[in-house]
């Protein structure tokens, strides 16, 4: 009776034993079953919250999850700061996301955080803000730092006749954008029907309006022939033409950089922006996440030469560019004016 009654217990206990192992084992399949429809957490940090050209960027996250299945968590620290971003990342690395996509402030200070992340083997795709295979593993490009500054040089002289002093309003001195799109606008200035044509200050707002607007404003002060500003940033260009209006400035020095349709059209219109460029910054966002997709997926490994498809953009190569992770291009900058302003307005 007492062998009857351990036996029995034993018995008991190897089924619990067992079905604790058989309940263990049922549950990963269906986290890898997961993984191969393509169910991916992708953390999203922005340089700062309130920015419209990253709003406008979530649109297009979302689309492209919408249509992957994805999950996407859209994020920045509240002014535009490594430090806060670096607190992001730390706190994507603990919730376990298949992939963390900053558009880095500093991307140096980044480096370590990021490489933090990869070690955890989380996959980290840099975008709208270029980075090196240092920290992470794809940079998604808009159009590239040339284009977008040299088409800047071009607008602006095609305002002021080719002739007179003119300022650039950047945003911060560490973004790495800001600093190649200068650089290029250095460039193009080296060519000669530019001689006539004089760089006197660059300032940084910050991508912060208020500061931007004072900055603006300390320029018309700072240089009473100034016929020009040069505006690389959506917060930028936006406050610089608030400013303009404000001090009865528009016509008088032109203006013309980076900005959005939506908060540019009035001004446009106006006459204060004669033109600006852009990149659609929704495509931005899908394109995004459709490679982060990719490189969590294996579709590609982050290699030069590798294509993916990106939905309704088409498809893309991953393309060698000096300085940067191996790059995905968005395409060319787009030249907005009074004759085409009204269609693009409301779109983003």
């Excluded at 707002?205 to 300390?218: C, F, I, Q, V």
Aim: aromatic content about 8%; overall charge negative.
């Amino acid at each position: 009776m007492n062998v009857s009654k351990k036996t029995a217990i034993a018995v008991c206990v190897l089924m619990s034993v067992f079905l604790i192992i058989g309940t263990a084992f049922a549950a990963k399949p269906k986290k890898a079953a997961e993984k191969e429809e393509g169910v991916y957490t992708i953390g999203m940090i922005v340089k700062n919250l309130g920015n419209p050209f990253f709003e406008a960027c979530e649109r297009g996250a979302m689309e492209a999850a919408a249509e992957l299945g994805d999950k996407i968590i859209f994020t920045g620290p509240d002014v535009p700061t490594a430090e806060g971003q670096i607190a992001l990342i730390d706190s994507f690395i603990a919730q376990r996301v298949d992939v963390i996509a900053p558009v880095a402030n500093d991307p140096d200070a980044l480096i370590p955080v990021c490489n933090k992340a990869r070690n955890a083997g989380i996959n980290v795709v840099a975008w709208n803000s270029p980075m090196t295979s240092e920290g992470v593993e794809i940079y998604v490009d808009n159009p590239t730092a040339e284009s977008l500054g040299r088409i800047e040089v071009q607008m602006l002289a095609d305002l002021i006749d080719y002739e007179g002093e003119f300022a650039i309003l950047s945003a911060a001195a560490t973004m790495p954008n800001q600093n190649l799109f200068i650089e290029w606008m250095k460039e193009e200035l080296k060519l000669p029907k530019y001689s006539k044509m004089k760089l006197v200050g660059i300032v940084y707002g910050d991508d912060l309006r208020e500061k931007s607007y004072n900055e603006a404003m300390g320029l018309f002060k700072s240089y009473p022939n100034l016929q020009g500003i040069i505006s690389p940033t959506t917060v930028g260009i936006a406050a610089t033409a608030r400013a303009l209006e404000d001090e009865g400035l528009s016509g008088k020095i032109e203006l013309t950089g980076l900005g959005l349709p939506s908060e540019m059209a009035e001004y446009i219109k106006s006459g204060t922006c004669g033109e600006m460029a852009l990149f659609n910054p929704v495509d931005q966002g899908y394109l995004t996440v459709y490679a982060s997709h990719a490189i969590a997926s294996g579709e590609i490994a982050g290699k030069v030469g590798e294509t993916f498809s990106a939905g309704r953009m088409g498809e893309f190569e991953i393309v060698e560019i000096k300085g940067q992770a191996p790059s995905i291009i968005m395409g060319e900058p787009f030249i907005f004016d009074a004759e085409n302003i009204d269609e693009w307005k409301d779109v983003y």
